[in-house]
């Protein structure tokens, strides 16, 4: 492991995922995200775009907060494989010396980010959920060398049980990827541009990348949650798949999405992409209303950003209501479907 010339690793570095030339919301998080760690540090943010024909993004990646945008621009990176996106961006790596470069928890991204690591010889702490500047150790520790401005990486582990806050002092970058929906992008500021760097550390047609025959896309007209701003979210206190129309009727009224906690989906009442949760997705929207759930920490870790938590539950002493703005204590099946009426009449 590379030891050596830590203090020649500088900047904040971003992975810009793009998908059919068009940017994933995760590359905007990230920036907003870098753009705070780059203040504390002193230092810039660069974004780094890889695909095929993608330069016209790099504006976009300035309006959301990239000083520099390195684009690696090859027929060869058209679709993601790993191979050829992992050595353009150790090539990237090794070229520009970053000090910190963050790479998003989708699934493109926790494929390249442990090759990446592995391949520039560092280490990576995966699906952080809160990044800062700080010292290691955390406290000053007799015998023991205590560095500054390092990127502390925190995650949840041991199943959710516990909160690990995990550094890199020895090698460089510092590398984490970041769980889709926990961090925010900044406003978009119109008109910024950043430099744009064209580097292409070469590609060869033959090298036993894989071959894709075909791209199957899966037809599906139903909004992702985390990018819903009304969510009715219900648990296992609905009670069958049945009684989930409750809910759906209410969502349909206020232009909301069904979402759930893990026992529903654990019964096989509802499908995985729906659940919210540490195991499910991260959601902010402007409103979750918590139906029959009774608020575990797992899945709380999902929704407590929400700007408004409503939550209706039998149980006046169910932990949910910790953290609701806004509680009704009975239950749900008189209440969800007179809330439904009482909205049909304002919203209209
Ligand atoms: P319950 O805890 O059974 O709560 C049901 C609630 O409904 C109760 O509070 C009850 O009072 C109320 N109720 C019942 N009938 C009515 C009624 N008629 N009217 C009103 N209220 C009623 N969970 C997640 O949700 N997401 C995750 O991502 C997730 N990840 C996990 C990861 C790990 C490693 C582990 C160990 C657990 C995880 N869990 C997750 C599970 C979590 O611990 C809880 O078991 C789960 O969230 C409980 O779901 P629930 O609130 O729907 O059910």
């Not at 592995?118 to 800062?132: H, Q, S, Y």
């Not at 010292?135 to 516990?162: S, Y």
Request: aromatic content about 6%; glycine content about 8%.
């Amino acid at each position: 492991m590379n030891k050596m010339g830590l203090e020649e690793y500088k900047g904040v570095y971003v992975f810009a995922q793009q998908v059919d030339n068009e940017l994933s919301g995760i590359a905007f998080e990230l920036l907003g995200k870098a753009k705070d760690l780059a203040k504390d540090l002193d230092t810039d943010v660069t974004a780094v775009l890889i695909g095929s024909e993608v330069k016209d993004l790099a504006d976009e990646l300035a309006a959301y907060g990239a000083d520099k945008v390195i684009v690696v621009d090859d027929p060869e990176l058209k679709e993601y494989r790993t191979e050829p996106y992992t050595h353009a961006l150790a090539s990237v790596i090794n070229e520009y010396k970053p000090e910190i470069m963050l790479v998003g928890a989708t699934a493109i991204g926790r494929d390249l980010g442990p090759r990446v690591s592995a391949r520039v010889a560092t280490g990576l702490t995966a699906d952080c959920t809160v990044l800062e500047i700080g010292d290691f150790p955390l406290v000053a520790i007799p015998g023991r060398e205590q560095k500054h401005n390092q990127l502390l990486m925190t995650r949840p582990a041991f199943g959710g049980n516990t909160i690990a806050t995990i550094a890199c002092p020895d090698n460089r970058p510092q590398m984490a990827t970041v769980r889709p929906g926990v961090m925010q992008a900044i406003d978009k500021i119109e008109g910024a541009k950043a430099e744009v760097i064209e580097f292409n550390p070469g590609f060869t047609p033959d090298n036993k990348y894989v071959e894709i025959m075909e791209v199957v896309k899966s037809v599906t007209d139903v909004v992702d949650i985390m990018d819903a701003n009304i969510l009715v979210s219900g648990g296992r206190g609905v009670g069958s798949p049945e009684n989930f129309k409750i809910l759906e009727d209410l969502a349909e009224v206020i232009g909301g999405e069904v979402s759930c906690s893990r026992a529903v989906v654990d019964a096989g009442w509802k499908p995985r992409d729906i659940q919210v949760g540490q195991t499910g997705k991260t959601v902010r929207p402007n409103v979750y209303f918590a139906i029959g759930i009774s608020g575990a920490i797992q899945h709380v870790a999902g929704m407590e950003e929400a700007d408004i938590i409503v939550a209706i539950n039998k149980d006046d002493t169910a932990p949910i209501f910790d953290v609701a703005d806004y509680g009704i204590v009975g239950d749900l099946n008189k209440i969800v479907p007179m809330l439904t009426e009482q909205l049909k009449a304002v919203v209209k």
